[in-house]
Protein backbone atom coordinates (compact mmCIF):
# COMPACT_ATOMS: atom_id res chain seq x y z
CA UNK A 1 0.00 0.00 0.00
CA UNK A 2 1.55 3.23 -0.77
CA UNK A 3 2.16 5.79 2.08
CA UNK A 4 -0.09 8.76 2.58
CA UNK A 5 0.41 11.72 4.15
CA UNK A 6 -3.05 13.35 4.78
CA UNK A 7 -4.69 16.59 3.67
CA UNK A 8 -7.58 19.13 4.38
CA UNK A 9 -10.72 18.19 2.45
CA UNK A 10 -13.82 19.95 2.64
CA UNK A 11 -15.75 17.00 0.99
CA UNK A 12 -15.78 13.33 3.04
CA UNK A 13 -17.73 11.24 0.35
CA UNK A 14 -15.65 7.86 -0.28
CA UNK A 15 -14.92 9.18 -3.77
CA UNK A 16 -13.42 12.48 -2.95
CA UNK A 17 -11.89 10.63 0.01
CA UNK A 18 -10.11 8.11 -2.59
CA UNK A 19 -8.53 11.09 -4.43
CA UNK A 20 -7.59 13.05 -1.83
CA UNK A 21 -5.66 10.00 -0.99
CA UNK A 22 -3.96 9.66 -3.96
CA UNK A 23 -2.96 12.62 -5.02
CA UNK A 24 -1.04 12.15 -1.55
CA UNK A 25 0.64 9.36 -2.44
CA UNK A 26 4.37 8.80 -2.26
CA UNK A 27 4.41 7.42 -6.12
CA UNK A 28 4.09 10.98 -8.37
CA UNK A 29 2.41 8.35 -11.03
CA UNK A 30 -0.37 7.97 -8.75
CA UNK A 31 -0.23 11.55 -7.99
CA UNK A 32 -0.67 12.39 -11.65
CA UNK A 33 -3.45 9.80 -12.42
CA UNK A 34 -5.32 10.96 -9.33
CA UNK A 35 -5.23 14.41 -10.67
CA UNK A 36 -6.41 13.65 -14.12
CA UNK A 37 -8.97 11.67 -12.80
CA UNK A 38 -9.78 15.02 -10.60
CA UNK A 39 -9.88 17.21 -14.13
CA UNK A 40 -11.88 14.35 -16.22
CA UNK A 41 -14.22 14.48 -13.55
CA UNK A 42 -14.52 17.63 -11.65
CA UNK A 43 -16.21 18.28 -8.58
CA UNK A 44 -16.63 21.30 -6.66
CA UNK A 45 -15.46 19.08 -3.85
CA UNK A 46 -11.91 18.63 -5.14
CA UNK A 47 -11.46 22.46 -4.92
CA UNK A 48 -9.48 22.97 -1.45
CA UNK A 49 -8.24 19.56 -2.04
CA UNK A 50 -6.19 20.29 -5.75
CA UNK A 51 -5.57 23.65 -4.14
CA UNK A 52 -3.63 22.84 -1.23
CA UNK A 53 -1.71 19.93 -3.34
CA UNK A 54 -0.15 22.62 -5.12
CA UNK A 55 1.26 24.36 -2.83
CA UNK A 56 3.57 20.88 -1.61
CA UNK A 57 3.35 18.92 -4.70
CA UNK A 58 6.90 18.03 -5.50
CA UNK A 59 6.71 16.93 -9.14
CA UNK A 60 6.53 19.74 -12.12
CA UNK A 61 4.42 17.61 -13.98
CA UNK A 62 1.76 16.42 -11.00
CA UNK A 63 1.89 20.41 -10.14
CA UNK A 64 0.73 20.93 -13.83
CA UNK A 65 -2.01 18.44 -14.15
CA UNK A 66 -3.23 19.95 -10.88
CA UNK A 67 -3.63 23.04 -12.21
CA UNK A 68 -5.73 21.48 -15.80
CA UNK A 69 -7.54 20.24 -13.14
CA UNK A 70 -8.33 23.28 -11.82
CA UNK A 71 -9.30 25.02 -14.70
CA UNK A 72 -12.08 22.19 -15.19
CA UNK A 73 -14.22 23.70 -12.58
CA UNK A 74 -16.19 27.30 -12.86
CA UNK A 75 -14.00 30.04 -12.68
CA UNK A 76 -16.89 31.51 -10.18
CA UNK A 77 -15.68 29.54 -7.55
CA UNK A 78 -12.01 28.54 -8.08
CA UNK A 79 -10.92 32.41 -8.69
CA UNK A 80 -11.67 33.50 -5.14
CA UNK A 81 -9.85 30.23 -3.54
CA UNK A 82 -7.03 30.60 -5.85
CA UNK A 83 -6.84 34.16 -5.18
CA UNK A 84 -6.07 33.46 -1.05
CA UNK A 85 -3.02 31.59 -2.15
CA UNK A 86 -1.37 34.61 -3.64
CA UNK A 87 -0.94 35.93 -0.02
CA UNK A 88 0.62 32.48 1.29
CA UNK A 89 3.73 32.84 3.01
CA UNK A 90 4.89 29.51 1.09
CA UNK A 91 6.40 30.32 -2.42
CA UNK A 92 5.36 27.44 -4.35
CA UNK A 93 1.70 28.04 -3.51
CA UNK A 94 1.71 31.75 -4.63
CA UNK A 95 4.12 30.66 -7.93
CA UNK A 96 1.32 28.08 -8.25
CA UNK A 97 -1.68 30.18 -8.12
CA UNK A 98 -0.72 32.58 -10.66
CA UNK A 99 0.63 29.62 -12.92
CA UNK A 100 -3.30 28.39 -12.75
CA UNK A 101 -4.70 32.24 -13.38
CA UNK A 102 -2.32 32.08 -16.60
CA UNK A 103 -4.25 28.56 -17.35
CA UNK A 104 -7.63 30.07 -16.63
CA UNK A 105 -7.10 33.36 -18.64
CA UNK A 106 -9.75 35.01 -16.60
CA UNK A 107 -8.92 38.51 -16.97
CA UNK A 108 -10.58 39.76 -13.94
CA UNK A 109 -7.76 38.37 -11.89
CA UNK A 110 -5.63 41.30 -13.46
CA UNK A 111 -5.46 43.35 -10.62
CA UNK A 112 -4.77 41.00 -8.43
CA UNK A 113 -1.44 40.63 -9.89
CA UNK A 114 0.20 43.74 -7.47
CA UNK A 115 3.59 45.19 -7.12
CA UNK A 116 4.43 42.92 -4.52
CA UNK A 117 4.37 40.04 -6.62
CA UNK A 118 6.11 41.41 -9.38
CA UNK A 119 8.79 42.33 -7.60
CA UNK A 120 8.69 39.27 -5.00
CA UNK A 121 11.80 38.11 -3.81
CA UNK A 122 11.36 34.70 -4.82
CA UNK A 123 12.15 34.35 -8.42
CA UNK A 124 10.07 31.54 -9.85
CA UNK A 125 6.76 33.76 -8.17
CA UNK A 126 8.05 36.96 -9.84
CA UNK A 127 9.01 35.22 -13.54
CA UNK A 128 5.49 33.73 -13.34
CA UNK A 129 3.52 36.92 -12.03
CA UNK A 130 5.82 38.79 -14.81
CA UNK A 131 4.35 36.06 -17.52
CA UNK A 132 0.74 36.32 -16.31
CA UNK A 133 0.55 40.02 -16.20
CA UNK A 134 1.54 40.42 -19.84
CA UNK A 135 -1.23 38.08 -20.45
CA UNK A 136 -3.76 39.37 -18.54
CA UNK A 137 -3.03 43.70 -18.38
CA UNK A 138 -5.31 45.41 -20.25
CA UNK A 139 -4.13 47.74 -23.25
CA UNK A 140 -4.66 51.26 -20.94
CA UNK A 141 -2.01 49.80 -18.12
CA UNK A 142 0.40 48.33 -20.08
CA UNK A 143 3.17 51.47 -19.07
CA UNK A 144 2.29 50.95 -15.89
CA UNK A 145 3.24 47.39 -16.65
CA UNK A 146 6.40 48.02 -18.24
CA UNK A 147 7.13 50.34 -15.09
CA UNK A 148 7.10 47.48 -12.71
CA UNK A 149 9.65 45.47 -15.24
CA UNK A 150 11.80 47.59 -16.58
CA UNK A 151 13.52 48.44 -12.83
CA UNK A 152 13.97 45.13 -12.69
CA UNK A 153 16.37 44.41 -15.66
CA UNK A 154 19.56 42.89 -14.64
CA UNK A 155 18.32 40.78 -12.37
CA UNK A 156 18.82 37.28 -11.50
CA UNK A 157 20.65 34.54 -13.16
CA UNK A 158 19.98 33.60 -16.98
CA UNK A 159 17.09 31.93 -16.48
CA UNK A 160 15.56 34.91 -14.82
CA UNK A 161 16.55 37.72 -17.61
CA UNK A 162 15.94 35.27 -20.50
CA UNK A 163 11.90 35.65 -18.73
CA UNK A 164 12.11 38.91 -18.15
CA UNK A 165 13.23 39.80 -21.54
CA UNK A 166 10.59 37.82 -23.12
CA UNK A 167 8.10 39.42 -20.27
CA UNK A 168 8.99 42.97 -22.18
CA UNK A 169 8.95 42.12 -25.66
CA UNK A 170 5.50 40.81 -25.68
CA UNK A 171 4.51 44.35 -24.42
CA UNK A 172 5.03 45.26 -27.99
CA UNK A 173 5.92 48.75 -28.64
CA UNK A 174 5.20 50.64 -25.78
CA UNK A 175 8.46 48.97 -23.71
CA UNK A 176 10.56 51.37 -26.56
CA UNK A 177 10.93 54.54 -24.64
CA UNK A 178 11.71 52.47 -20.72
CA UNK A 179 14.31 50.27 -22.27
CA UNK A 180 16.05 52.52 -23.90
CA UNK A 181 16.33 54.88 -21.57
CA UNK A 182 17.92 51.99 -19.55
CA UNK A 183 19.96 51.19 -22.55
CA UNK A 184 22.01 54.35 -20.74
CA UNK A 185 22.03 52.61 -17.09
CA UNK A 186 25.78 53.38 -15.35
CA UNK A 187 25.03 49.37 -14.11
CA UNK A 188 26.76 47.21 -16.99
CA UNK A 189 24.39 44.43 -16.30
CA UNK A 190 21.46 46.61 -16.55
CA UNK A 191 22.51 48.22 -19.60
CA UNK A 192 23.22 44.87 -21.47
CA UNK A 193 20.09 43.22 -20.84
CA UNK A 194 18.16 46.13 -21.28
CA UNK A 195 19.98 46.47 -24.87
CA UNK A 196 19.43 43.21 -25.48
CA UNK A 197 15.91 43.41 -24.94
CA UNK A 198 15.43 45.56 -27.52
CA UNK A 199 17.28 44.24 -29.98
CA UNK A 200 14.75 40.85 -29.13
CA UNK A 201 11.65 43.28 -29.71
CA UNK A 202 13.48 44.46 -33.19
CA UNK A 203 14.36 40.84 -34.22
CA UNK A 204 12.53 38.36 -32.23
CA UNK A 205 14.61 35.13 -33.99
CA UNK A 206 17.58 36.74 -32.79
CA UNK A 207 18.92 34.67 -29.44
CA UNK A 208 18.75 35.92 -26.91
CA UNK A 209 22.45 34.79 -26.22
CA UNK A 210 23.82 36.49 -28.86
CA UNK A 211 21.77 39.54 -28.05
CA UNK A 212 23.36 39.53 -24.49
CA UNK A 213 26.64 38.97 -25.82
CA UNK A 214 26.12 41.93 -28.85
CA UNK A 215 24.60 43.96 -25.89
CA UNK A 216 27.65 43.51 -23.89
CA UNK A 217 30.35 44.61 -26.82
CA UNK A 218 28.33 47.73 -27.27
CA UNK A 219 28.57 48.46 -23.24
CA UNK A 220 32.30 47.86 -23.34
CA UNK A 221 33.43 49.04 -26.30
CA UNK A 222 30.85 52.03 -27.08
CA UNK A 223 28.82 52.09 -30.14
CA UNK A 224 31.44 52.85 -32.62
CA UNK A 225 33.78 50.48 -31.27
CA UNK A 226 30.86 47.48 -31.42
CA UNK A 227 30.17 48.29 -34.66
CA UNK A 228 34.28 48.13 -35.87
CA UNK A 229 34.37 45.12 -34.54
CA UNK A 230 31.44 43.05 -35.81
CA UNK A 231 32.65 44.33 -39.41
CA UNK A 232 36.20 42.98 -38.78
CA UNK A 233 34.97 39.90 -37.57
CA UNK A 234 34.74 37.45 -40.34
CA UNK A 235 31.73 37.51 -41.92
CA UNK A 236 29.09 40.29 -41.78
CA UNK A 237 26.13 39.05 -39.91
CA UNK A 238 27.63 41.18 -36.37
CA UNK A 239 27.39 44.27 -38.48
CA UNK A 240 23.43 44.86 -38.69
CA UNK A 241 22.96 43.32 -35.11
CA UNK A 242 25.85 46.02 -33.70
CA UNK A 243 24.18 48.65 -35.39
CA UNK A 244 20.20 47.59 -33.93
CA UNK A 245 21.52 47.51 -30.78
CA UNK A 246 23.58 50.76 -31.08
CA UNK A 247 19.82 52.20 -32.42
CA UNK A 248 18.34 50.93 -30.04
CA UNK A 249 20.38 53.25 -27.33
CA UNK A 250 20.16 56.62 -29.40
CA UNK A 251 17.07 56.43 -30.47
Known amino acids: MQEVVPINTTDGTPRNTRTT????????????????????????????TL??????????FVRDMLSWALTRLSPEITLPRIRRELDSERAQAR????????????????????RDLLRDTDDEVARTAW???????????KEDLV??????LGRGDREMRLSLSRALVDLGEVIKPAV???????DPAVASHARATELLRQNPETGFDAAVEEAKRVVVLGPEGAAAAASAA?????T?????VTEAADC
Open 21 to 48: HALSAKDSSVRLQAALAAGSDPHPGFLG
Open 51 to 60: VERCAVEPDF
Open 95 to 114: SQALHTLSKIGDRRAWAWIT
Open 131 to 141: RVAVALVPDDE
Open 147 to 152: GELVPQ
Open 180 to 186: RKAAAHP
Open 234 to 238: PGSAG
Open 240 to 244: TNAAN
